[in-house]
């Protein structure tokens, strides 16, 4: 049941991600930046829209256009300079998909993709050229999905992804998970999600009564780069997620001048686990077109990684990998020498 004071904590998540950022002008005058960076923020704003919510916002310094935070949203005009190996469908994704919205590629989960939608807009995101739209992701292809999912015994994890699933409100999400609880064979729900950083209003009373009660294990794999991404209210919304019996983990991108280094790392580690997070993946960037100036050598991330491995103990460091088309698992990229 959706309680008075759920629906109107959703009210107020919802207001929140109406009031993002879109304008890249409202953004650099926001944050006291020169105005010089307008013309390429507006352009390639104009390819992939630049979109972040206030809160996240207010956690970049004034003034610092190279600011960790701000690197991952801000339109440059680098973005529109092609680079050979940098493409619009980097992973295959359109040729992989088994049902509308569903993707199958390793053994015993699916993942479906139930909205387009995202409170951020990451520039270096693999699905910013995605053809959401003819893709038909969304509510009206649940039923084809569901009965795929249903038609394979092998499957017994479910990915929720999208863009942001969490996007979604508390009553259709209940829909979704009604339809896959029915499932006999599925044991485990999984959220990929960036809303817990981005919007932890999100985190609210209805949703974590949902997820306290499906059948299906709940697992959350939230989306931090930066340990300036968790703060405060965010550490708040992760524990309440802790309590009400989730599984939550993290899942990074190697950014180049936004994690590429051993300390912020490390301290981004620190900060998941303080908020009851285990480090997950740390993704080599997947070759998108208009990210390449984010990308990071092999041989720089080796080093970064044999640092952290020195520095943490070992379920404190993520797994390198990257995403190879064909493959049955993400490739873990390891050292050879
Ligand atoms: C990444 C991914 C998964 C999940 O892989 P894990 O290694 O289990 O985290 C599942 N399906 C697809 C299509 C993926 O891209
Ligand atoms: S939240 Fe995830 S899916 Fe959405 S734009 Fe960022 S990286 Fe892409």
């Not at 919802?14 to 002008?25: G, H, L, S, T, Y």
């Not at 609210?204 to 009660?213: K, N, Y």
Request: hydrophobic share 45%; proline share 7%; charged share 20%.
């Amino acid at each position: 049941m959706i309680t008075a004071k759920a629906l109107s904590s959703q009210a107020d998540w919802r207001q929140e991600w109406a009031r993002a950022i879109r304008d890249p002008n409202e953004l650099l005058r926001e944050l006291a930046l020169d105005p010089a960076l307008l013309p390429g923020a507006q352009a390639a704003a104009r390819r992939f829209s630049l979109r972040a919510p206030r809160s996240f916002v207010a956690r970049m310094r004034q003034g610092d256009p190279d600011d960790p935070l701000l690197r991952q949203i801000l339109p440059l005009a680098i973005e529109l300079e092609p680079t050979p190996g940098f493409v619009a469908d980097p992973l295959g994704e359109q040729a992989a998909q088994t049902a509308p919205g569903v993707l199958h590629k390793y053994h015993g989960r699916a993942l479906l993709m139930a909205t387009s939608a995202c409170a951020l807009h990451c520039r270096y995101c693999f699905r910013r050229a995605f053809p959401y739209a003819q893709a038909q992701i969304g509510a009206r292809q649940w039923p084809q999905a569901l009965a795929y999912l249903a038609s394979d015994p092998s499957l017994c994890e479910v990915i929720l992804s999208g863009g942001d699933p969490l996007a979604l409100s508390n009553q259709r999400l209940s829909e979704l998970l009604g339809g896959l609880e029915r499932i006999p064979h599925l044991k485990r729900l999984r959220i990929h999600s960036r809303l817990p950083i981005i919007l932890p209003e999100r985190i609210d009373d209805g949703l974590l009564g949902i997820l306290a009660h499906t059948r299906l294990r709940p697992v959350l794999v939230v989306h931090a780069n930066h340990p300036r991404e968790i703060d405060g209210t965010v550490r708040q919304a992760l524990e309440r997620l802790a309590l009400a019996g989730v599984t939550l983990l993290n899942q990074s991108v190697l950014l180049h001048r936004v994690n590429d280094d051993a300390t912020t790392l490390a301290e981004l580690s620190e900060a998941l686990f303080a908020a009851r997070v285990l480090p997950y993946y740390l993704h080599l960037l997947d070759p998108v077109q208009g990210a390449a100036h984010f990308a990071v050598k092999e041989s720089a991330a080796f080093a970064i990684m044999n640092t952290l491995r020195q520095r943490l103990p070992g379920y404190l460091a993520p797994r390198l990998v990257r995403e190879q088309p064909g493959q049955l698992a993400k490739t873990l990229v390891e050292s050879h020498c």
